[in-house]
């Protein structure tokens, strides 16, 4: 495993140059097949998605999904199925996602008031920290309601207790690779220790949030939160008999899966993309042009008016191209004996797709490393999985729930970056010495130094 190095998309995606699009790799007791082009992720996918849809056993996902209650790691079965089908009708629902639009556009303004104060002194502002905040607080209210903000809980412990999570799921456990003495080896590293607080302190977190809403002195709101929601559907299900048992760790894994996977990927995006801008001042403006002739003199931008902002969606298709927020997607487990690539390949076999090598394939995509926004002109290309050639959040039964809820807010939010700001690098660089370098933490392929950049007040 070390020989793949800090980034090993980048190493998987060299090694299938000289080996292929399907791999197959030894970790250990492990087993595992790479996929690194289209055509082999569309037979995994789509071909045979119903036969690839289950998940591996792991450890850490076991344990801080209150043993696999949550729907990104839970295998595939009747629970797992019923809780896609509650994700798609009431909490990732177009309808629940656009009720919640006073939200992102609240904390979004309150961005923009808080970099301009920089803007009035020309001081940089860290974009990354600024990123981080904005989705975690869009997340927060959302997720837990306005009674979140006064009830004492620290957006700043949720925020590490979340960030110790992500790092305990990059680490190495020995139990994932060597089941029989591994165990013995994460003991000794302390690592089952360090687990079980940070099993602990999300625990602890997401039941004094619930309790919150089971108060009935809590301070009513005009709109369920996704909170209100889980506890509905619980109440329901307590009168359905054959519906499967749904109770407060239901819930409680199902909240871990909205901020492990959620707050982090709309902040990423959106920090690539600015990044992506300031070393290109000509999409920058392109992007700002648009953004100011369609909201004119108003002084912000609404979700209303991000369906004309063509450029803008241009700009994130290919954010999602060269910076995937997975780059390697959770992986899959087979069930039955299927065939890929002309390949035989039996059940209880890992497969892992390479979505940042399939973004940067030379053969679908023309000067790949290239940031350039216009390739997408008169194309049909989209990102929510039906074309392989670009899956930053993987396709068919296993694809994101939550693709719709982040789209949203990282359009909204660049949107308003753009029309409210012009935007330089600090003094003494040029746009070409931004440092895009990658770091990788719980599968998140994140921008390893902070983005500064100085805001020009314009709206």
Not at 32 to 43: G, V
Not at 316 to 333: M, S
């Amino acid at each position: 495993m070390h020989q793949l190095g800090e980034l090993p998309h980048k190493t998987l995606s060299q090694l299938s140059k000289k080996y292929g699009p399907i791999m197959l790799l030894k970790f250990g007791s492990k087993t595992i097949i790479n996929i690194s082009s289209a055509e082999a992720a569309r037979q995994v996918l789509k071909v045979n998605d119903l036969d690839c849809c289950s998940r591996p056993v792991s450890s850490t996902a076991g344990r801080l999904t209150y043993n696999y209650k949550d729907i990104v790691f839970a295998p595939y079965g009747d629970y797992w199925r019923e809780l896609r089908k509650i994700c798609a009708l009431e909490l990732f629902s177009v309808a629940r996602v656009q009720s919640y639009s006073f939200i992102r556009e609240e904390e979004v303004a309150s961005l923009v008031n808080s970099i301009s104060q920089s803007a009035s002194s020309a001081t940089p502002v860290d974009l990354s920290e600024k990123m981080l905040a904005l989705s975690a607080n869009i997340l927060c209210r959302t997720a837990f309601g306005n009674n979140f903000r006064g009830s004492g809980l620290d957006n700043g412990k949720l925020r590490e207790v979340f960030h110790e999570a992500e790092v305990m799921f990059a680490s190495f456990s020995a139990t994932e690779f060597f089941p029989y003495v591994g165990w013995i080896i994460d003991r000794l590293s302390g690592r089952i220790r360090r687990l079980e607080k940070i099993f602990r302190d999300l625990d602890d977190f997401l039941q004094q949030t619930i309790d919150l809403h089971l108060n009935p002195k809590k301070t009513e709101q005009d709109h369920e939160d996704l909170i209100d929601v889980l506890l509905r559907i619980e109440r329901d299900q307590r009168t359905n008999t054959g519906a499967p048992p749904f109770n407060k760790d239901n819930i409680k894994a199902i909240l871990f899966d909205m901020f492990l996977g959620g707050s982090n990927t709309a902040a990423v995006t959106m920090l690539w993309a600015m990044a992506e801008l300031a070393r290109n001042p000509r999409a920058m403006k392109n992007a700002q042009d648009e953004v100011r002739n369609v909201v004119g003199n108003r002084g912000n931008v609404t979700e209303t008016d991000i369906t004309h902002l063509h450029y803008l969606k241009m700009i994130i298709k290919e954010t999602f191209r060269l910076h995937p927020p997975a780059a390697i997607l959770l992986p899959r487990l087979t069930m039955t004996d299927v065939k890929i690539g002309g390949y035989d390949i039996g059940p209880n076999s890992l497969l892992q797709v390479n979505a940042w090598a399939l973004g940067r394939d030379p053969d679908y995509w023309k000067n790949p490393e290239e940031f350039y926004p216009e390739r997408f002109v008169d194309s049909s290309i989209e990102y929510k999985g039906q074309h392989f050639e670009l899956l930053p959040f993987g396709s068919g039964r296993r694809g994101c729930p939550g693709i719709y809820m982040g789209a949203t807010t990282v359009e909204l939010s660049l949107a308003n970056l753009l029309y409210c700001f012009d935007w330089k690098v600090p003094s003494g660089m040029k746009e070409e010495d931004i440092n895009m370098e990658e770091s990788t933490g719980a599968g998140l392929t994140q921008k390893r130094i902070p983005l500064n950049l100085v805001p020009v007040k314009v709206f």
